[in-house]
């Protein structure tokens, strides 16, 4: 439930957005006019709905959201000379196909729009969020988020639906809203597992189960990741027993049923390495070997940097940190967590005084408050500054 | 996906292309400066890139703590400061290209004879102190 509307199921009700948006379009409203009225029946909604939430909230959104698209259309009918067309009572438009959602998922995260513009509009379009949840979510102003999202839709308008979608952007951007930090009363990470559930259902993709699996494995692990005051906890000092092993167990299912699909990708890669992490109960009875093999799979895939880094840290606990370090010589020092991957590799080889000084350099090179904090708090352990009853 | 603040600088940062101070400019040509700042933080709201725009009085002082029960200190403003912020623009941007492409433009703001101020603006990244989905060391 939404801290803003508390009489309302929120998730039940954005799960029922994307087909608002595509019954007003079957019947004949142009998308960028059926997510406006869509938008705005939602709006009216969550405040009408917290004394007296409707029976089908559904069959209310069409409702007011058609009529809002009507009222739109008319007030510049003049102009437009429309009328005639709109005003004819629809026909109830044919069964919704499930491509219809699934063309959303392809519209919203069309290629032609940069990273921002696709997350807000997906968010709004087919995750059913307000523009003022999402701008607070981003923490920018709402005006901000509002022109985002118009011109996001004015670069889409055009597309033509049957536009075959790139489903490579689509698992780009709900992989972004995922790895987002959440803010505000909405918890992107949640809804970027919802929505991925979500598309895993409209296609057998071995990928948006890939995908899949690796929010759900990397989700099960969200509340062991920080400790009571915020710290981060790494992975080696995680408190698996916080581990949400249901979804955990969900992600190595869907996972395995993708990969049966023999077409391996970079999402089930990247969840085989999870699920590696899941299957065990510490980083010593990690199947350390395996997670290089995958990380091994993953880099012949994408040939990323960033693959390349991750690699680089499980080389280090499969081979020891000598071999870690050797991993680390094709990469440029200067790449995000460089240094951070450096300092850990360091204090495994054995030396503490170097790993201490790139502690202190990652810290300085971080993106994150939280990430350099514990950079902050590594570098001082090592230099004998931990706090009392700290091991190390 | 990132915010950048653009910071402006009363003094303290090298010396722009067009090193001609406001107080010998023109009317017109302070109201061609301003009418520049107002639509570019428009364009930036029409963009979606807008987060926030604030100047600051040059009129600062410095305070501290100075011990339980005591009252802060204030003092200054101090003559040896050579830092003197006038003002920021805070953006969220995809990219540090994008920060830098925005900054350039801001920078080129008209001053003294219609010609661009190309004045230094301080680029810096926000940290991001949201928790986060799948932060892990």
Known sequence: MSEDHPGVDAALVRDVVPEVVTALVRRGADFTEAEDAVQEALVRGLTAWEDDPPRDPKAWLVTVAWRCHLDAVRSDAARRTREERVEQEPAPGPALQRDDTLELFFRCAHPSLGPS???????????????????????????????????????????????????????????????????????????????????????????????????????????????????????????????????????????????????????????????????????????????????????????????????????????????????????????????????????????????????????????????????????????????????? | MAKYLFLKHYVGGPAPVNDVPMDRWTQEEVDAHIRFMDDFADRLRESGEFVDAQALSPDGMWVRFDGEGKPPVVDGPFAETKDLVAGWMVVDVDSRERAVELAGELSAAPAAGGRPLGEWLEVRPFLDDRPNGTTSA
Do not use: C, N
């Open chain 1, 117 to 392: 513009a696709a997350v807000a509009l997906t968010l709004r379009a087919v995750g059913g969020l307000t523009t003022r949840q999402i701008a607070r979510a981003y923490l920018v102003p709402e005006a901000t988020m509002a022109q985002r999202i118009s011109r996001a839709k004015r670069t889409v308008a055009g597309r033509r639906l049957d536009e075959p979608g790139d489903l490579g952007t689509v698992l780009r951007v709900l992989y972004l809203v995922f790895s987002e930090g959440y803010a505000g009363d909405v918890d992107l990470a949640t809804e970027a597992v919802r929505l991925t559930r979500r598309l895993a259902g409209l296609t057998d993709e071995p990928e948006v189960a890939g995908l899949l699996a690796l929010v759900l494995l990397t989700h099960a692990r969200r509340s062991a990741r920080t400790d009571a005051e915020g710290r981060l906890v790494p992975l080696a000092e995680q408190d698996r027993s916080r581990w949400d092993e249901a979804m955990a167990a969900e992600g190595v299912a869907v996972l395995q049923r993708a990969l049966a699909q023999d077409r391996l990708g970079e999402y089930q890669a990247q969840a085989a390495v999870a699920a590696l992490h899941a299957d065990a109960r510490s980083t010593e009875e990690t199947d350390w070997v395996q997670v290089v093999e995958w990380y091994d799979e993953l880099v012949a895939i994408t040939d990323s940097p960033v693959h390349r880094l991750a690699r680089a840290v499980a080389v280090g606990e499969a081979d020891g940190g000598p071999a870690g370090l050797a991993a680390l010589v094709s990469l440029d020092p200067e790449m995000p967590r460089y240094a951070a991957v450096s300092a850990y590799l360091h204090e495994r080889s054995d030396r503490p005084a170097d790993a201490a000084r790139l502690y202190r350099e990652a810290a300085e090179a971080a993106t994150r408050v939280d990430e350099r904090d514990h950079l902050r708090r590594q570098a001082a352990r090592l230099a004998g500054r931990g706090r009392p009853g700290d091991p190390g």
